[in-house]
């Protein structure tokens, strides 16, 4: 079963930098893509910023220009570079995972959450 471990998250300032990362672990798997998700307090999960094995990205409007992801598919791991950081920001990060086992089955594997917190 792939396993995810997310770090990096903690208090800031606004405009302030933060980098999360997101290790996968496990066994006979391929990820297709990884990415990260976000919810804050009282409101749903929303997507982040993602990124296929080969390369192509996808983030939200809110975090373009100020976001990067980056990624290391020969180690299963994706990170996440956060720029000017607003307290808007502020929400449990969570590290998705897609893909296959060589098996023929796929997975949707999710970290368990890190806290970012943006301070005015």
């Known amino acids: 079963q792939v396993q995810l471990v997310e770090s990096g998250g903690g208090l800031v300032q606004a405009g302030g930098s933060l980098t999360l990362s997101c290790a996968a672990s496990?066994?006979?798997?391929?990820?297709?893509?990884m990415g990260w998700y976000r919810q804050a307090p009282g409101k749903q999960r929303e997507l982040v910023a993602t990124?296929?094995?080969?390369?192509?990205?996808n983030y939200a409007d809110s975090v373009k220009g100020r976001f990067t992801i980056s990624r290391d598919n020969a180690k299963n791991t994706v990170w996440l570079q956060m720029n000017s950081l607003k307290p808007e920001d502020t929400a449990v990060y969570y590290c998705?995972?897609?893909?296959?086992?060589?098996?023929?089955?796929?997975?949707?594997?999710w970290g368990q959450g890190t806290l970012v917190t943006v301070s005015s």
């Open positions: 998705n995972a897609k893909g296959f086992y060589w098996y023929g089955t796929a997975f949707d594997a």
């Open positions: 496990g066994n006979n798997f391929r990820i297709n893509a």
């Open positions: 990124m296929t094995s080969g390369g192509t990205t």
